[in-house]
T-cell receptor
Framework: DAKTTQPNSMESNEEEPVHLPCNHS???????IHWYRQLPSQGPEYVIH???SNVNNRMASLAIAEDRKSSTLILHRATLRDAAVYYC???????????FGQGTRLTINP | SQTIHQWPATLVQPVGSPLSLECTVE??????LYWYRQAAGRGLQLLFY??????ISSEVPQNLSASRPQDRQFILSSKKLLLSDSGFYLC????????????FGPGTRLTVL
């Protein structure tokens, strides 16, 4: 499984944008980049995914580097409810499993 | 819309006792089903997945087993619990042939004493 590297923790302030980085230098050409988050005492929640182009949805934006060796999850205006562990996961086509790393623990200050 | 249920929400069991955790999915047919475990302070680890009734793939050898008696029902079992079985057990579902979004249930927090 291709490996991802994320900072252990990040901190931001409420109502400010947050940029969560993920390095995946060994990504293959067909790996999807998925982001999930896990709020305290809950199961993980899908956030966004992409392959090559940048993606936007109601929760976040995903910016993918041109060489696909890194990506950034962007929360445009953080709220206290965005405090969670964010996981960046690479999934090959047809993969039946998600391989979770340690993720980034995001703290939002009021 | 699709929903996923897990029960019980919390469970405290003595070492050596049996275990049965149940997961059911509503609103979709022929889902892929998954059991994950998250030990305290650790990441999520895939235990089992199933692409159809009676089809179970095991990711980690251990004293746990899984069964899928119906299309939208996934059961995690153990004959004799160990202390190391404590953790947060999560069921998830997806559709498609893989690399698709997985949707997680609320989880069962198991404490083995």
């Amino acid at each position: 499984d291709a490996k991802t590297t994320q900072p252990n923790s990040m901190e931001s302030n409420e109502e400010e944008p947050v940029h969560l980085p993920c390095n995946h230098s060994t990504i293959s050409g067909t790996d999807y980049i998925h982001w999930y988050r896990q709020l305290p005492s809950q199961g993980p929640e899908y956030v966004i995914h992409g392959l090559t182009s940048n993606v936007n949805n109601r929760m976040a934006s995903l910016a993918i580097a041109e060489d696909r060796k890194s990506s950034t999850l962007i929360l445009h205006r953080a709220t206290l409810r965005d405090a969670a562990v964010y996981y960046c996961i690479l999934t090959p086509p047809g993969a039946q499993k998600l391989v979770f790393g340690q993720g980034t623990r995001l703290t939002i200050n009021p | 819309s699709q929903t996923i249920h897990q029960w019980p929400a919390t469970l405290v069991q003595p070492v050596g006792s049996p275990l049965s955790l149940e997961c059911t999915v509503e609103g979709t047919s022929n889902p892929n089903l998954y059991w994950y475990r998250q030990a305290a302070g650790r990441g999520l680890q895939l235990l089992f997945y199933s692409v159809g009734i009676g089809q179970i793939s095991s990711e980690v050898p251990q004293n746990l087993s899984a069964s899928r008696p119906q299309d939208r029902q996934f059961i995690l079992s153990s004959k004799k619990l160990l202390l190391s079985d404590s953790g947060f057990y999560l069921c998830a579902w997806s559709v498609g042939s893989g690399s698709d979004t997985q949707y997680f249930g609320p989880g069962t927090r198991l404490t083995v004493l």
